[in-house]
Structure formats: C-alpha cells, structure tokens
C-alpha cells in the first residue's frame, strides 16, 4: 500500500513538473506572440478628391484588408497633387493608389513596384461643361481659361492639354488642386470647361455631376497602379495582394470595391504602364522634385 502511494505521488509531481515546464516554455512564447505589433503600412491614396470624401470611402477598404491580412493600414493621402508627388518622391507611403504617369516616374525613384490594379478598367480623360453651356466641341473652348487638378493629374490633365496642343486649340490651364475642385468650378461656372476623368465623376454629389456634361473623353489607357514601396517585403506584399484579388469573391469586400466603383482588382506588373511609357511624358524627376 505504502509502496502504491509513493508510486502514485512521484508520478503525480513528474506530471506537474513536465506540466510547469511546458507552461514555462508555452507561456512566453504565447504572450510574445500576442504583444507583437502588427505590420503597419501607409497606404497613400492620390488626392482626386477631397481627404474627408477619399476617407470615407478607402478607409472601410483597408480596414477590410487589415482584418484578412492581420496588418495595420493607415490612410494617407495629401492636400493637393504635388504633395501626393512628393511624398510618393520620398518615399512616405508603404503602399499607394497612384496615377499611371505618377507610377512611371515613382517606379525609377525611388523604386515603387506595381501588384494590382482596377478589374476590367481602362482610363480615360474627360472635358466637363455646364449643362446649358454653349460649348459643344472642344474647338469652341480656344482662347479660354480650363480648369484641371494638377499638371501632372494624367488622364485629367496631361492627356486633354497634349490633345488640345497638337489639335492646335490654344487654352490657358488653371490648376485648382483636385478632380472634385474641377466639377465644382464648373458647376459655379468659374471657368467654362475643365478635366477629369469618369470615376471621380461618378463619385460626385447629384447636387454637382447633375449641373454637368461631357463634351470630349481622352482614348484610354492603363489605369491607376496600386504600388509597393521597395521597404515592403515580397512575403508582405503577396500577401496583401492576395487579399485585394479575393475581395469580389465575398459579398461584403464587392460592397466596398463598389463603393470606390471598382468591379474588382486584379494582379498587375510593371509591363502594363508600357503603353503610357511611349507617350514619352517627362514632367516629375527626381526624389524629391515638387
């Protein structure tokens, strides 16, 4: 009987102490793991639109893909397109939703590298007037003052302002800083015609867009890139990749693509942008440069 005992109170103190040693080993792991803080990525987003509008409608995305990804997104974006420029210059975003002409320049400096874009998408630049207007070609616009976002806004700008040069319609360009200050000015009849493009117009309040007409659109190109600062590791950026080409697959990620009107994103590489490449635009160099 006495030898029972001590037979079972020796393995009941072997048990707990292989119990304690699992709990001292287990334990600190667990808690380091749970106190390790997620990745944190800057997701720059160019400022087409007011920060408040472009707030309300990225920042439900990225919060959605923070909950697939387990990482941190912070919506950023920039008082105007030439800071949006320049901090894509010094390389202030992880992660940025940004112009085909900006991706061009940002690829070569500081290194920015395109994984997705817009599903089923092609970009096009657009001219806005008044609905009671006179205006109803762009030859009629010679001589007059248009309103556009940045000079380096690609399809709203860039595009419209080439087209206009080599069709020998001269017009003076006014910079008012974003897509939706373009359709505003407009509206106001501030100026008789401006740039955009189809999306931000979409996105535009009734009490806007409804005062407005498109007389003119750009032919297209490949659209906005989402890029990945050459500081966000391959593993990170798959990953997040991954998450955005699934979104249209679940109810609740198609809600909030269809919110930015997106159908959907779909993987992208830098071969895409070749074609506005050849257009040969050379505006921004250089880190930095504003």
Do not use: C
Not at 62 to 67: K, P, S, T
Not at 142 to 163: D, N, W
Not at 248 to 266: C, E, Q, S, W, Y
């Amino acid at each position: 009987m006495n030898n029972t005992r001590s037979s079972l109170t020796t393995g009941r103190l072997m048990l707990a102490t292989v119990l304690f040693a699992g709990a001292a080993w287990f334990t600190p792991l667990r808690l380091a793991q749970a106190s390790e803080a997620p990745i944190q990525i800057n997701f720059g987003v160019v400022p087409q639109q007011s920060a408040s509008k472009l707030a309300r409608l990225w920042t439900p995305v990225l919060n959605y893909l923070g909950e697939q990804t387990g990482y941190h997104f912070l919506f950023r974006t920039a008082a105007d397109i030439p800071t949006f420029e320049h901090r894509l210059a010094l390389g202030e975003y992880g992660m940025a939703y940004m112009n085909p002409y900006h991706y061009t320049v940002f690829h070569r400096a500081p290194g920015y590298r395109a994984f997705a874009r817009e599903k089923d998408q092609r970009i096009k630049g657009i001219v806005v007037v008044r609905k009671d207007s006179p205006y109803h070609s762009l030859r009629e616009l010679k001589g007059q003052t248009l309103a556009f976002p940045a000079p380096a806004a690609f399809a709203a700008s860039i595009l419209i302002r080439a087209h206009l040069k080599n069709a020998g319609i001269p017009i003076t360009a006014q910079y008012v800083s974003s897509h939706d200050s373009v359709y505003l000015s407009v509206a106001k009849g501030l100026y008789p015609a401006g740039g955009g493009v189809a999306r931000t117009f979409k996105n535009m309040s009734p009490a806007t867009s409804d005062q407005l007409r498109i007389l003119w659109v750009t032919q297209s190109y490949t659209p906005h890139a989402i890029a990945a600062h050459p500081s966000v590791s391959n593993d990170v950026v798959a990953h997040v990749q991954q998450a955005m080409l699934a979104m249209h697959t679940d109810p609740r990620g198609k809600a909030l693509l269809k919110a930015i009107n997106f159908k959907g994103i779909v993987a992208a590489e830098d071969a895409d942008w070749n074609d506005v490449r050849a257009l040969g635009i050379e505006l921004l160099d250089g880190p930095g440069k504003k």
